[in-house]
């Protein structure tokens, strides 16, 4: 019988040079093949708040159903679907339960690879944040922004050099704490042992463009503690203007 393929992701998640709190959270859950970063929404109360529960309770129901994964691999997309529900409702519930907090919110991308002697990406994403699949020297996004700009591109008012540097392109139609039934956007996709997956906050992507990616990945030799190190420099590097945060996941 095939092993079961094992990937181990490294992160890192910095305040940067403007903000003046760290409104981003991540989570390494190796063990049952999971890896979550979330964004709090800027401009709004509590945006840490609201990440770090957000990754809380993802990460809490990983653990609860790693069992549950591990005899049902199948079932990874649905598994990685609700992790994300599942951090939704606990933000709603802390709005619930506190009425300073109405308001708040967060991204979140979710990342499992289900124990299988194939490997498949599964990604669950409500917001921003991104996922990326870097496979011999190109970089490909996984995820879809929910922005409003993104819902311009696709409905052809505005090209995707403009979306780049429009002023409201920050401003999210989808997210947690953006209402309870709220589903996730899934995409998986089949893997090989010599992919890069990458989740980042906008963080990384507001400070360097794909082409940048895809080089520090490219001079990394499959090292994701040189990449994640290097990517988050390079984003302070040119300026930091936002909370930044990387998990680079690869074969291990």
Known sequence: ??????????????????????????????DCGVWLVADGM?????????????????????????????????????????????????????MLADPSLKGMGTTLVALTMAPASTSVAHI?????????????????????????????????????ATALVHPERHILTKGLGMGVGLKPELTSIPITPRDIILLCSDGLTKMLEDAAIA???????????????DLIEEALDRGGEDNVTVIVVVFH
Request: hydrophobic share 40%; with cysteine.
């Open 124 to 160: 669950a994403h409500l917001g921003d944040s991104r996922a990326y699949l870097y496979r011999e020297n190109q970089l490909t996004q996984l995820t879809r922004d929910h922005t409003l700009v993104q819902s311009f591109v696709q409905r052809g008012l505005i090209d995707a």
């Open 42 to 94: 800027s401009g709004h109360p509590a945006g840490d708040i609201a990440a770090q529960n957000a990754v809380t309770a993802a990460s809490q129901r990983a653990l609860e159903r790693a069992a549950w994964l591990r005899e049902h691999p199948e079932a990874a997309a649905e598994f990685t679907a609700d992790l994300v529900t599942s951090a939704n409702r606990r933000v709603h519930g802390l």
């Open 215 to 229: 080089l520090i990945l490219s001079r990394a030799n499959d090292n994701p503690h040189e990449a994640c190190h």
């Open 1 to 30: 019988m095939t092993e079961p393929q094992q990937w181990t992701g490294i992160g890192r998640t910095e305040k940067g040079h403007v903000r003046t709190s760290n409104q981003d959270a991540l989570a390494l859950l190796n």
